[in-house]
């Protein structure tokens, strides 16, 4: 099998693994490798697989049982789904968003617990350091990664599938918006993620999902501003 090498691992993972399944490596109802043997086979982290598999997930391939394991329950991607992210523009994808993620903002404020807490100031300080960086794919990369665990603070298991399922395509728009800013602005917003995990620290849904929709709506202010720019 060879190693991963590219951005992004996670979706190269995913991708791989969706391979295999849709050959019929795994029948439906079969049990995945453990996540230790994923990693060794596709020469990445333990994380990396376990990020994959949530795209699967989202995708109805897999399903993971508590105590059990993942198991395989599709042979084949949801080719509407798909088609349907795909045609969908930045946009169409900024209003899912704001429907998803400052909701979950909200919960988030009322469910986190410390180790949540651990897990915003880890993916943040993530951000962080990609922001100071040069590479879109890392920035989008860590930006996904405080989105996503803002999400999982939540608690609400359904709204993670929702957005594990949408994950690839906020990826894709980031990282067209990112291309299309002539100012850098996305690149930049560091202190207001900073202010929707305060936020949820303080356990203040209000301001969660306020701070939250700001953020979402300055996107699409920027984007607009992009498009216009463009023409």
Known sequence: MAELRRFSLVEQAA???AARI???EWEIGAKLPAESALAAELGVGRSTVREAVKQLRGLGLVEARQGSGVFVIALERSEEWEAVLRRADIDDV???REAIEVKAAELAAGRRDSRDLTRLRTTLKSRA???GGRSDDTLVDA???FHRAIVRAAHNPVLSELFESFAPRI???MLDMLRMSPDDRHRHDQDAHSGI???IRQRDPVRAAAVMLEQLESDRRGN????VAAD
């Not at 607009?224 to 498009?227: S, V």
């Open 197 to 199: 995990m305060e936020a």
């Open 22 to 24: 849709t050959a019929g």
């Open 171 to 173: 990826r894709s728009a």
């Open 94 to 96: 900024l209003e899912v």
């Open 143 to 145: 930006d996904i990664e």
């Open 224 to 227: 607009e501003q992009a498009a």
């Open 129 to 131: 350091e990609a922001e």
């Open 15 to 17: 991708d791989q693994i």
